[in-house]
Nanobody, 125 residues
Framework: QLQLVESGGGSVQAGASLRLSCAAS????????MGWFRQAPGKEREFVAA????????DYADSVEGRFTVSRDNPKNMVYLQMNSLKPEDTAVYYC??????????????????WGQGTQVTVSA
């Protein structure tokens, strides 16, 4: 069982940066692939980034490639999403999620069994 808590959201202007953090409880955290997803009002939840259980493989949505960076610190039970050059279309609630064990991660939200409560990111023009 994992519990995930996101933090670091806020309101910024376009071009700014934010770093989201996801704190995980549970001794098995390091075995899980982790992902970040987001959901804007009136839209479906969409994939943002994923990182493998050892942190060696990352994947990104085309819309954030080159601007966002996902990382993890397994000894600290933490996952991060560094977001640079933010755009108004990045406005959403951001969620971290734990996926399959010993996996590289995936863009399919159905592959993730544990979710955080989300943190709001608002980017103004």
């Amino acid at each position: 069982q994992l519990q995930l808590v996101e933090s670091g959201g806020g309101s910024v202007q376009a071009g700014a940066s934010l770093r989201l953090s996801c704190a995980a409880s549970g001794r098995t955290f390091s075995r899980y692939a982790m992902g970040w997803f987001r959901q804007a009002p009136g839209k479906e939840r969409e994939f943002v980034a994923a990182i493998s259980w050892v942190g060696s493989v990352t994947d990104y949505a085309d819309s954030v490639e080159g601007r966002f960076t996902v990382s993890r610190d397994n000894p600290k039970n933490m996952v991060y999403l560094q977001m640079n050059s933010l755009k108004p279309e990045d406005t959403a609630v951001y969620y971290c999620a734990a996926g399959r064990l010993y996996s590289r991660g995936t863009s399919d939200p159905n592959e993730y069994g544990f979710w955080g409560q989300g943190t709001q990111v608002t980017v103004s023009a």
